[in-house]
């Protein structure tokens, strides 16, 4: 179900280059997206809600003054969540999955970024309204007209894609995975992905590592000093090596627009976490031994 589809093994998340966070200018998302493609960071990860509805067009403005060219790139969006903001009417934040919506939204991230397809087109939030027959006669369309390539799912559980699957075929999950947000390991959301072989990616995938300074923390602390010397490596990367590990075959999807981080979370894919390693980390954040 992967598809030939390559996707990096880092992908670039920028829900934060624009208004919700770094406020990057067009010289610079330039730069960053010409720094990603040369250190093997080719795919992007985008929502059309990021940044108040505004970064796919901030980014494709930068990626047609880049160095990149399309085909050395791969295109992730989504679709599906209604903010109530200053750029849609919505009386109230909610979910639209509509045929017309889904169509429209894709036709709208494509003249935004500037692109003829998506590579990856994704339902954001599963809601309890959707229909099946219609997302799947939308999704078609796209396919049929060659504006996406691949659709999936984020956020959804293994049943909710059941659901979908009565009509089409789901070939990607964008889930929350971290050593400190572990659920999908115990819920089916990974065995699910591995039985159908579906492409599972990690947003948030160092989770609160940078942001706590609780028990938890200094827990992983203690054992994250310990591994960094062993390995030689970064917290964050010795993080990302953790979400790596499973044999789902996570894609982390990283937030940093940071290039050092982003150049040190490509090699995070060279480092082979020991099992008892991995457990280590994995007691050090639940706070127990696994039963
Ligand atoms: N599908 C969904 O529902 C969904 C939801 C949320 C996010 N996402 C996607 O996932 C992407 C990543 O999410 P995320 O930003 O939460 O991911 P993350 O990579 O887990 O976290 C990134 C944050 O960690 C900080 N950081 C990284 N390395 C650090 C270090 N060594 N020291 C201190 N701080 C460090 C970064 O700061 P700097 O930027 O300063 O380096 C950034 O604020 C988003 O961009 C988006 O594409 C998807």
């Not at 989504?78 to 017309?100: M, P």
């Not at 939308?138 to 894609?161: D, T, Y």
Request: glycine letters at 6%.
């Amino acid at each position: 179900m992967r598809n030939n589809i390559e996707y990096s093994k880092i992908i670039s998340g920028t829900m934060t280059w624009g208004e919700w966070g770094k406020q990057l200018t067009t010289s610079q998302m330039c730069s960053l997206i010409d720094f990603c493609k040369e250190h093997e960071i080719t795919s992007f990860d985008h929502a059309d809600i990021y940044g108040d509805y505004g970064n796919e067009e901030a980014f494709g403005k930068a990626f047609l003054q880049s160095n990149t060219n399309r085909d050395e790139v791969q295109f992730i969006s989504k679709c599906g969540i209604q903010f109530v903001s200053k750029a849609r009417s919505n009386r109230v934040k909610h979910y639209n999955y509509s045929k017309d919506y889904i169509v429209w939204s894709a036709e709208r991230s494509l003249q935004k970024l500037n692109t003829d397809y998506l590579d990856l087109y994704l339902l954001h939030r599963p809601s309890p309204l959707m229909e099946p027959n219609e997302i799947a006669e939308a999704v078609q369309k796209l396919q049929k007209e060659g504006k996406i390539r691949q659709f999936g799912v984020s956020n959804f559980s293994p049943s909710q894609i059941g659901l979908l699957e009565k009509a089409i075929s789901v070939q990607a999950n964008q889930v929350e995975f971290s050593l400190n947000s572990a659920q999908v390991m115990y819920d089916g959301t990974f065995d699910d992905c591995i039985i159908n072989n579906r492409m599972a990616m990690a947003w948030s995938p160092l989770g609160n590592f940078f942001r706590e300074n609780d028990k938890r923390q200094k827990r992983i602390n203690e054992v994250m000093l310990e591994l960094q010397e062993k390995y030689e490596a970064s917290s964050s990367q010795i993080l990302l090596a953790w979400v790596l590990k499973h044999p789902a075959k996570v894609i982390p999807v990283v937030g940093t627009a940071n290039k050092i981080r982003l150049g040190d979370s490509i090699m995070a894919q060279n480092i082979d976490l020991d099992t008892e390693d991995w457990f280590s980390l994995l007691t050090a954040s639940q706070g127990h031994e696994v039963p």
